[in-house]
């Protein structure tokens, strides 16, 4: 995924992994949801696509939904060059194509499908029938491995809502100390640095073990 970054929609799954995001989160993110100055992601809406693939913002179901994400240094350099390149008001608009026109609008479903193939093809994670061999819900069983490499702690982690292996008794423990939950981004931003994580793409890139499922 690190060393895949400059491959088309490759900023899209560092993103994913680097923060947790929702797939839909993910595409509905604005330039106006980052905040350069403090390092942080705001989450405010997410994707859906309504009858005929049309793609349009939704709120979140809860207040949980919305939330304040950091950016770690290792993205944050990507997101800000892509940022100066960009002439969209999206973080992941469409592209253009011969069936949907100009691009630089919302990601619909086939465009999407069509990204993602093709980054999993340039990146080598293609599995046998020449499928992608992950999805975007895999990607947030990687983040949660690297927040517990970091050091964060396990309710924090459980708290962005992300995946643990042992989510019944993760359960537990979150309903007897619930109080003490600490706050996500702090947890994140007060976390050591990985030494095998740099921002420059020639950097040996860390080995990050995505548990495979069927939630997409």
Not at 160 to 187: C, F, R, S, T, Y
């Amino acid at each position: 995924i690190f060393n895949s970054v400059h491959k088309p929609f490759g900023l899209f799954a560092l993103l994913l992994l680097c923060t947790g995001l929702r797939k839909s989160e993910a595409l509905a993110l604005t330039w106006d949801d980052i905040d350069f100055d403090k390092m942080e992601i705001s989450v405010t809406k997410s994707l859906e696509h309504r009858s005929g693939g049309t793609p349009a913002f939704k709120s979140p179901k809860t207040e949980a939904g919305v939330r304040t994400v950091p950016i770690v240094d290792v993205l944050g350099g990507y997101l800000e060059k892509a940022k100066f390149l960009s002439k969209s008001p999206y973080v992941f608009p469409s592209y253009d194509s011969n069936r949907a026109g100009k691009g630089g609008k919302l990601m619909g479903d086939r465009a999407y499908d069509g990204a993602w193939q093709r980054y999993c093809e340039a990146a080598g994670l293609i599995d046998e029938e020449g499928k992608p061999a992950i999805t975007a819900h895999n990607l947030r069983h990687g983040t949660a491995t690297l927040m517990f490499e970091l050091g964060v702690d396990e309710l924090a982690v459980s708290a962005a809502g992300l995946p643990h292996p042992d989510d019944l008794e993760l359960e537990k423990i979150m309903a007897e100390n619930w109080d003490d939950v600490p706050d996500v981004p702090q947890a994140m931003q007060d976390a050591p640095a990985a030494p095998a994580v740099t921002a420059t793409p020639a950097a040996p890139a860390p080995v990050v073990e995505i548990a495979l499922d069927e939630d997409v």
